[in-house]
């Protein structure tokens, strides 16, 4: 038990629809970073909100977005969404200031599967 | 550009044989390198990190992995392998001075036979 929750857990989406994920950080984090992971491969690193910024983005398109409130739960949207979008989607949440060795540990979710159809 | 390596997608060891599972990293900068484990339908646990203090780290459940700048890689190893070890296995290298902005790799399964 992490302390980190998302919800839902299963969603069937279809294809050009929109979909918002959501994730409750652990009590006393600021910081959520969103991963995809596609079946049969490693997380892959989609954007990361501190203290209600978005902190740094990888790959991803414009149609991936989110929020992070004051409490520092998170949000991902993703719009138009394409059978390619199928995946697990995971948040981890930790306490962080900046550099390896100020961070805490940072605590995954159990993901949300995501089926685009 | 920061990366890591993975070899192997599927090991397959028996009982009480030695783990290693292989990672190598690719990255201009020293890294910091962690390993987690993901259990099916679960999200991911780390079991150890390297931050530049001591090249042979030690995690949980008795796996440790060693640093070897000069062959760029980060290998996991435990020397008696449990049947609740087998699991999916992920290197990840962070970029440097981030808030745990990770890469990963793309995982190996690890199957433990009795």
């Known amino acids: 038990e992490t302390g980190v929750t998302q919800s839902p857990t299963h969603l069937i989406k279809t294809r050009g629809q929109q979909v918002t994920l959501r994730c409750s950080s652990q009590?006393?984090?600021?910081?959520v970073s969103w991963y995809q992971q596609a079946l049969g491969q490693g997380p892959q690193f989609i954007f990361q909100?501190?203290?209600?910024?978005?902190?740094g983005r990888g790959n991803f398109p414009p149609r991936f977005s989110g929020l992070q409130f004051p409490n520092y739960s998170s949000e991902l949207n993703v719009n138009a969404l394409e059978l390619d979008d199928s995946a697990l989607y995971l948040c981890?949440?930790?306490?962080?200031?900046?550099?390896?060795?100020?961070?805490?540990?940072?605590?995954f979710g159990q993901g949300t599967r995501l089926t685009v159809v | 550009a920061q990366s890591v390596t993975q070899l192997g997608s599927h090991v397959s060891v028996s009982e009480g044989a030695l783990v290693l599972l292989r990672c190598n990293y690719s990255?201009?900068?020293?890294?910091?390198l962690f390993w987690y484990v993901q259990y099916p339908n679960q999200g991911l646990q780390l079991l150890l990190k390297?931050?530049?203090?001591?090249?042979l780290v030690k995690g949980i459940n008795g796996f440790e992995a060693e640093f070897k700048k000069s062959e760029t890689s980060f290998h996991l190893t435990k020397p008696s392998a449990h049947m609740s070890d087998a699991a999916e296995y992920f290197c990840?290298?962070?970029?440097?001075?981030?808030?745990?902005?990770?890469?990963f790799g793309t995982g190996t399964s690890l199957t433990v036979i009795p």
């Open positions: 981890a949440s930790s306490f962080s200031v900046g550099g390896p060795t100020l961070n805490t540990e940072a605590f």
């Open positions: 009590s006393g984090h600021n910081t």
């Open positions: 909100y501190y203290r209600e910024e978005e902190n």
């Open positions: 990255s201009s900068v020293p890294p910091y």
């Open positions: 390297y931050t530049s203090a001591a090249t």
């Open positions: 990840a290298v962070m970029l440097a001075r981030s808030r745990n902005q990770f890469y």
